[in-house]
């Protein structure tokens, strides 16, 4: 099978249809909530907190479960069983990390974006601007992989090979997700959300019950057939070690990623935003708990959909596909329910990307017209009326565009490393800096510059300089190598992602920044502070500005 042939069973008129009644369908509802909302920076940012505990609750899950939970695990599974289903683990753990150590915390204390909570009890410009600058870091690279996995998606289920075409399908994705944005704001991207999760948690588990149906729901014979369908080396999907059990390296290179994904999300900052569009601490509460059910439930189907792709399609046709373990769902889905659930489930996964990319793009916009703006530029001095706001807008065509130009860029490379980079990112910049100012009274301005800054700087370099972008060997089958960059080799740092040392580096970097330095935070701040993010006091006052 070819590129140019698609997956087979695709109908590309059919995907076609179905993509354009979802985005109809979905615009619609961002015009019509939109009527509602008023023109302030409370509305854009975070619909007035003007959600539920359970609509957001299905939103975060919507915003959490991108295109690489649902098409990226699945394959994972399919082609590496259990070491493919610890992703699914890390990222549910990740989740209750993030719960547990700073999603309340930080929506009691913080008003739109995490610059702040860290301006709290600091000086605001420098902080904020280092804020901000991490935060379009993630979003950045976030988006960037988003993209470039929504060009290769849609293209292959459109059928198309040809680049100049495949980059009309990035801008047509970049621009329907910039529609969202400036039509709804957070109001209508949520509702996006909401919708979004509905679809993928429904598809999931439709092909999860039918999948389990057809071995008479005996799961030991799914994995039997699973590991007979394996071959020689079936019995290892059973067994860790398949994918990073090879060498000492690999297995580091595994505790690596596992810790950049366990503790990235709970830096990610178009998740944290989330918590910002609930009134009170107790819709905050139940928002964690929907959540947490709709996407531990998730992760259980793909075990199911994985190794079921495994049975039923078999790892040597996934692997021969276009689009590699990334084509497992699709496959499942035509192997099951020929040609029409393969295009409900192409929509499926084109709303998660479409909804993925909307998030971003709004948290993106925020963290620059709040903190750098409003709070770096205008000195905190309001301007005309709902100038904040405008500049917000003007950003989300600005990142969007970058979006796009940078996805047709980055469209047919290893894009992996983009989404490795992103949660190392939050995981070594984002997260020690908000530990660091929720749980420790001495922190101080030059802690969090040094965390943050320090942090983004020695995660990018260790990534520039890893094997995701040069050095790794040709694989004989392809003729390729798995790095992004072809032909070269100047990689010095062994490891895929840098989380192993680079999140430990910008904790002790925020510890030395205050301890070196002589200010001392406004008295009484730290107090303020932890009563606030413990109560909720004030915070609803903060929601309602």
Do not use: C
Request: charged letters at 10%; zero cysteines.
């Amino acid at each position: 099978m070819t590129l140019a042939a698609g997956i087979e069973g695709s109908n590309p008129i059919l995907n076609i249809v179905i993509f354009g009644v979802f985005v109809a369908i979905t615009l619609g509802i961002v015009i019509y909530v939109s009527r509602r909302r008023t023109a302030g920076a409370a509305d854009f940012y975070t619909a007035g907190g003007g959600f539920s505990g359970p609509q957001n609750g299905i939103a975060i899950s919507g915003d959490y479960l991108s295109a690489a939970s649902f098409l990226g695990i699945a394959g994972a599974i399919a082609l590496n069983g259990y070491d493919g289903f610890l992703y699914s683990i890390g990222f549910l753990v990740a989740w209750l990390v993030a719960l547990l150590l700073v999603a309340e915390l930080l929506r009691n204390t913080g008003k739109f974006t995490m610059g702040d909570v860290l301006a709290f009890r600091m000086r605001q410009r420098p902080v904020r601007a280092a804020a901000a600058t991490s935060t379009l870091a993630v979003s950045f690279f976030y988006l960037l992989a988003q993209m470039a996995g929504a060009g290769g998606l849609v293209a292959l289920l459109l059928d198309i090979s040809d680049k100049t075409q495949q980059g009309i399908v990035i801008a047509v994705v970049g621009v329907v997700m910039i529609a969202y944005v400036l039509i709804g704001g957070m109001r209508g991207t949520t509702w996006v959300q909401i919708i979004k999760a509905v679809l993928l948690i429904a598809g999931a588990a439709v092909m999860t019950v039918w999948v389990m149906a057809l071995y008479g729901f005996n799961f030991s014979a799914l994995l039997g057939d699973a590991v007979a369908k394996g071959g020689a080396a079936g019995e290892a999907l059973l067994n860790p070690g398949k994918q990073y059990g090879k060498t000492g390296v690999s297995k580091l290179d595994f505790v690596s990623l596992g810790l950049a994904l366990v503790l990235g999300t709970a830096g990610l900052p178009h998740i944290l935003m989330r918590f910002y569009t609930v009134p009170t601490a107790k819709e905050a509460r139940r928002s964690v708990v929907w959540a947490i059910w709709l996407i531990g439930l998730f992760y259980l189907f793909t075990l199911v959909l994985g190794y079921g792709a495994g049975a039923l399609v078999g790892p040597d046709a996934i692997k021969k596909a276009p689009g590699g373990a990334n084509s497992a769902a699709p496959l499942l889905a035509y192997q099951l329910g020929g040609t029409l659930l393969l295009g409900i489930i192409a929509a499926v996964a084109f709303a998660t990307i479409l909804a993925v990319v909307a998030g971003l793009t709004i948290t993106a916009s925020a963290s620059f017209a709040h903190d750098i703006y409003l709070n770096v530029i205008k000195k905190g001095e309001p301007g005309a009326a709902n100038e904040e706001v405008k500049v917000a807008r003007i950003t989300a065509v600005v990142i969007g565009i970058v979006a796009i130009v940078g996805g047709i860029l980055a469209n047919g490379q290893n894009i992996a490393f983009l989404v490795a980079l992103a949660f190392a990112v939050a995981a070594s910049a984002n997260l020690p800096t908000i530990l660091y100012s929720l749980f420790w009274k001495r922190f101080n301005t030059q802690g969090a510059l040094w965390s943050i800054y320090g942090g983004l700087a020695i995660t990018i370099v260790l990534i520039v300089f890893s094997p995701v972008v040069s050095g790794k060997p040709v694989d004989a089958a392809t003729g390729k190598s798995a790095s992004m960059l072809q032909g070269v080799d100047f990689h010095w740092f062994p490891l895929d992602n840098p989380g192993l040392v680079s999140i430990p580096l910008s904790f002790l970097l925020g510890y030395l920044g205050t301890v070196l330095s002589k200010e001392k935070p406004p008295a009484g701040k730290f107090a303020e502070m932890e009563v606030r993010s413990l109560t909720g006091v004030g915070v609803e006052k903060a929601v309602s500005h």
